[in-house]
């Protein structure tokens, strides 16, 4: 019961995230030069400063790390609140949104070419980010749906403590993901985006 109640819910994320990836590519494509004039997205100016510009690893890594966990701390607060559910579906929906409207912008200015470049925006920190962000919406939803157990049944007793340590310590992997997936983010997308940037530019 619990397994078809989890794929339905995988269902209806995917389907908010696909239909925000393709409102984003729809929005770009008829958004003309509103979001992709001399100084939107992948504008030449934009991307000369990603190829010349050397970047501290340590600062930015301290300004990655307090925007990532600033989400993730905000994502678990407001998941917390009566509209959990509407709020953690926006967030899947506004992620499709950004992705599709990312992928648009890079192949409308550059063609084909433009894939590579989103690739090396995403390598290769997002194979950890990603699948962090989208273990902690499920952590999130779990944290909403116990909190309304818990209001019914009421607190305490040894399955409610096992079910809690189990939380931390999936809280506590998800930290260590998202912190890995920075440090690459850090110092070594920086690097390969310098280098891909040179071909834009």
Known sequence: MQRRVREKRYRIWGALFLGGFFLGMLLMNVSGDKLLGDSGIFNPGMMRQLALEEIDGG???????????????GMFLLSLTSFGLLFLSGAVLWQGL???????????????????????????????????????????????????????????????????????????????????????????????????????Y
């Open 59 to 73: 600062q930015f890594l301290i300004y990655v790390l307090r925007q990532r966990y600033g989400i993730l701390l």
């Open 98 to 200: 950004l992705a599709g409207m990312i992928l648009a912008s890079a192949v409308i200015r550059f063609g084909l070419k433009g894939l590579l470049l989103i690739l090396g925006i995403f390598f290769p920190h997002q194979l950890l980010l990603f699948p962090a962000w989208f273990l902690f919406l499920d952590f999130c939803y779990a944290g909403f749906m116990s909190r309304g157990s818990a209001l019914i049944e009421g607190r305490g007793g040894r399955m409610e403590r096992k079910r809690r340590v189990r939380q931390l310590l999936w809280l506590m992997w998800i930290c260590v993901m998202v912190l890995i997936g920075c440090i690459l983010e850090s110092y070594v997308n920086p690097i390969l985006i310098g280098d891909l940037a040179k071909i834009f």
